[in-house]
């Protein structure tokens, strides 16, 4: 499948919950709007110290920022139908930008004694026993399957986890991140029986997916997790957001400055990637 590049690679950074601060972090930006076989997205560029960035909010990337209300759909189906959970319009369209690594903050709770407001960097994905997920319809193209087991999500970098712990955030390295349906809580019950299980972390169908697609696409995929509740207290949604905003905007300006200082190291193989059977044909490169 052959997609538009710009000129100049670019980090690429997606955000989700609570992120509605862009305007804010980055006052001076270009938006455009990108097709893709799986639907339109749009998508904010920027540059900082003369080092190119792309963003795009899973959540509302199907309208432009002027438009845009929080907490939507990542986008439109090709019939204008609203759909939650298809990775690919998103992933394809930040591929047109040749990133050199897809960066993305994600929201979850934990069944464990973790702290509220922590960074877990997960270095490991579980999926859930009730089955494959699906995660478009027909009019978006060939569904988009989750299958079920342990799966390696994203990579990490010590050089993360350390301008992280200089600036005063708490990090967990080694989290176990099981996909819960959503978008409501879990019970105490399911907590326990998480927890039993040795699951750290819970959240979303996002990181995963977007991993799955970046992966195959040949861009490294870092995911960075907000701790904003436990499963067994429940805060608002209000409570959940701002603490999402707020230390996503932090994560947000740890990624830029990491970036333009060159600290990321190059790809490495050093990780295992999981095969995700049918994958490339549902993406169009078989």
């Not at 799986?38 to 432009?64: C, K």
Request: some cysteine; glycine content about 8%.
């Amino acid at each position: 499948m052959n997609l538009p590049t710009t000129a100049a690679p670019s980090f690429a950074i997606i955000t989700g919950t609570g992120f509605d601060r862009f305007t804010e972090l980055v006052p001076d930006f270009a938006e455009e709007s990108v097709s893709t076989p799986y639907g339109t997205v749009y998508v904010q560029r920027f540059t900082r110290s003369g080092t190119a960035f792309v963003h795009a909010n899973r959540h509302a990337a199907h309208a432009p920022i002027a438009r845009r209300r929080w907490r939507l759909p990542m986008y439109h189906d090709l019939s204008g139908g609203e759909h939650f959970l298809d990775p690919r319009p998103l992933i394809f369209a930040l591929a047109c930008f040749r990133p050199q690594r897809i960066l993305s903050t994600t929201a979850v709770g934990t069944p464990q004694d973790l702290p509220i407001r922590g960074i877990v960097l997960p270095s490991d994905h579980c999926t859930p026993e009730f089955g494959i997920l699906t995660f478009a319809s027909e009019d978006s193209g060939p569904e988009f399957h989750q299958p079920k087991g342990r799966v390696f999500c994203g990579d990490l970098h010590p050089v993360l986890v350390e301008a992280l712990h200089q600036r005063g955030h708490v990090t967990v390295t080694d989290g176990l991140l099981r996909i819960i349906r959503g978008p409501g809580f879990e019970s105490d019950v399911d907590a326990k029986k998480l927890r039993a299980e040795g699951v750290t972390i819970a959240g979303m169908h996002t990181a995963l997916p977007e991993a799955y697609c970046s992966h195959e696409l040949g861009y490294p995929y870092t995911s960075a997790a907000i701790i904003t509740d436990s499963l067994a207290v429940h805060p608002d949604q209000d409570e959940i957001e701002r603490i999402a905003r707020e230390v996503g905007g932090a994560l947000f300006e740890t990624f830029c400055d990491l970036a333009v200082t060159g600290a990321f190291p190059p790809p490495s193989d050093t990780h295992q990637k999981h095969s995700v059977p049918g994958l490339r044909e549902k993406l169009g490169l078989a």
